[in-house]
């Protein structure tokens, strides 16, 4: 049976709090979005039943763990379409995911003269680890253009990619203009050469349904925090034998299968990329991240911010003297709408925001070059997920009216 989104605020509990006297709003959810108690219960659950290590123990708990633990691992492996759960790693997030990809496969496909491709949209973390192996192995960082609306251009891009292209890395979704990149097409230019196309799934993930063998991606990155998990876990996918060649991050716990006194060897994937004790509560509780949007399912989520997007950016649109950055059609983006206040620095809007009740966030979103493709400094970004309502874009509108007034005439 499918949930409801009709009264679903109710069971996230920090939601139900007043900030500076006003009914939270909260729409900062690409930074982070909040948790269902259902994802609370599971970590409470884990600490207070099953607290183990996982893999090596034979004892009740530590059974009951790994079970819970591997089980986890399946059910990311079902929800992005993975063809086995050895292609899921743990990860801390999608920053740890990215880095490793560019740190322990880069160099081994990366040469002198080979070019990295990425787009002026990326966050910093599908951009800097790219630069330092740019930098270490000799090869060229090219970025594809935009399109004057800040979407990707696919002109471009096919101009780019060629047989010195060793390795693409693009971002899903954008998390300041929304915009969607054609992540399927990008993966027929580059494979044509025999080269390797890695995703920055952080802002589709929780959005939209992602199939990862329809997109054929090579890698695809992800965090559990921006989808209802907890902090400190993520999601590195990668096809089997590309994940095979990735050099192990960490030698010791876990990741052995037999020491001795002058040579190791490895246990076989996911494990062998997975050293240490892991962060076992934090996969569990993302399984239960799964199973919750699994039950109202990603097309409804999808629908549900599209819906909110079409009714605000109009909404917004009718604010003298302020300007939204990305596609203006609900279809083509995200619930990410990144905006500036004529006259007035994104931070002290936010600030003013807040003070309505109006959680959201104001920077460069670590995106600096996106914010120099824009040619601002910085903006406020409100971000919607699947407990916002329209009554959240009727406040965000109305709070931005208000201090709009403010800073003009210095009354709310």
Same mark, same amino acid.
């Given at each position: ?19 500076n ?13 909040q ?34 633990y ?17 292609e ?100 027929q ?6 080269n ?86 934090? $996969? %569990?509780?993302?399984?239960?991240? !799964? /199973?919750? &949007?699994?039950?109202? +399912?990603?097309?409804?989520? #999808? ?8 009714? $605000? %950016?109009?909404?917004?649109?009718? !604010? /003298?003297? &302020?300007?939204?950055? +990305?596609p203006?059609?609900? #279809? ?25 009740g ?29 407990y ?25």
């Open positions: 049976m499918v949930k409801s989104l009709n009264n679903i605020r109710q069971e996230f509990p920090i939601l139900d709090q007043i900030v006297d006003e009914p939270l709003i909260y729409l900062d959810n690409a930074a982070t979005t948790k269902p108690q259902a994802v609370i219960d599971a970590i409470v659950d884990y600490y207070q039943t099953d607290n183990a290590n996982v893999h090596r123990g034979v004892h009740t708990l530590a059974e009951r763990a790994t079970e819970q591997e089980a986890a691992r399946q059910k990311v492996q079902r929800f992005i379409n993975a063809d086995q759960s050895a899921i790693i743990f990860t801390k997030g999608t920053t740890q995911s990215l880095n490793w990809v560019a740190s322990h496969f880069g160099p081994q496909v990366v040469q002198a003269g080979d070019e990295i491709l990425i787009s002026y949209m990326e966050h910093h973390s599908n951009l800097v680890p790219w630069q330092q192996l740019a930098q270490q192995t000799g090869a060229k960082l090219v970025y594809i253009d935009l399109l004057p609306d800040g979407q990707l251009d696919l002109a471009d891009a096919k101009a780019k990619i060629g047989p010195r292209t060793k390795i693409v890395s693009l971002t899903h979704a954008s998390n300041v203009l929304g915009v969607v990149n054609p992540i399927q097409a990008i993966a230019l580059v494979h044509q050469f025999g390797y196309l890695v995703v920055d799934g952080a802002q589709a993930i929780p959005h939209m349904p992602v199939d990862v063998q329809d997109l054929d991606a090579d890698f695809y990155a992800f965090s559990g925090h921006k989808m209802l998990g907890p902090t400190g876990i993520g999601v590195l996918y990668g096809k089997k034998t590309l994940l095979e060649q990735v050099t192990p991050v960490e030698y010791g716990g876990e990741m052995i299968d037999f020491v001795e006194l002058q040579q190791s060897t490895f246990k076989e994937l996911p494990w062998r990329l997975e050293g240490g004790t892991p962060n076992i509560e934090g $996969a %569990i509780a993302l399984g239960a991240a !799964i /199973d919750y &949007l699994n039950q109202i +399912g990603m097309a409804q989520i #999808q629908a549900h911010e599209q819906a909110l997007v079409a009714k $605000a %950016i109009p909404a917004l649109q009718t !604010i /003298d003297g &302020l300007t939204i950055y +990305g203006q059609n609900a #279809q083509d983006r995200t619930g990410v709408i990144a905006f500036n206040l004529d006259n007035l620095h994104p931070h002290d809007l936010a600030t003013a925001l807040d003070m309505e109006v959680a959201v966030r104001a920077g460069h979103h670590c995106a600096q070059p996106l914010m120099k493709w824009l040619n601002v400094a910085a903006t406020a970004r409100a971000s919607f997920y699947l916002n309502t329209e009554a959240d874009v009727d406040k965000l509108v109305q709070a931005i009216q208000a201090a709009k007034e403010f800073f003009q005439d210095g009354t709310l």
